[in-house]
């Protein structure tokens, strides 16, 4: 399986963005998929994860509210839109991908990053 993310940019405080990840391979739908991000300097941490069929997902309590996961099992691709965005969601932004149903946890495989820049 490979992930691809895309997207990313640079926007002003308080702007939207819309990020994707698009999958390959035929067994999409059998993996949750989670986004993570990397700020300058920091660890990489858990920002949103929804499971195989869209209907369960989970927020870091930095982005509840702010940012929502979707996926499109049909063209297998998973998106991060992220509102209100603050220059501290700056940070290179990862998606990646578990089998099981559980959200958290060690993930199975990661695509490249996308950087998203927020501007004051």
């Known amino acids: 399986v490979q992930l691809q993310a895309s997207g990313g940019g640079l926007v002003q405080a308080g702007g939207s963005l819309r990020l994707s990840c698009a999958a390959s391979?035929?067994?999409?739908?059998?993996?949750?998929v989670g986004w993570f991000r990397q700020a300058p300097g920091k660890e990489r941490v858990f920002a949103a994860a929804?499971?195989?069929?869209?209907?369960?997902?989970y927020y870091a309590d930095s982005v509840k509210g702010r940012f929502t996961i979707s996926r499109d099992n049909a063209k297998n691709t998973v998106y991060l839109q992220m509102n209100s965005l603050k220059p501290d969601d700056t940070a290179v932004y990862y998606c990646?991908?578990?089998?099981?149903?559980?959200?958290?946890?060690?993930?199975?495989?990661w695509g490249q990053g996308t950087l998203v820049t927020v501007s004051s």
């Open positions: 391979g035929r067994t999409f739908s059998s993996y949750v």
């Open positions: 929804i499971n195989w069929s869209g209907d369960t997902t």
């Open positions: 990646a991908g578990r089998y099981g149903g559980r959200l958290l946890g060690n993930y199975d495989f």
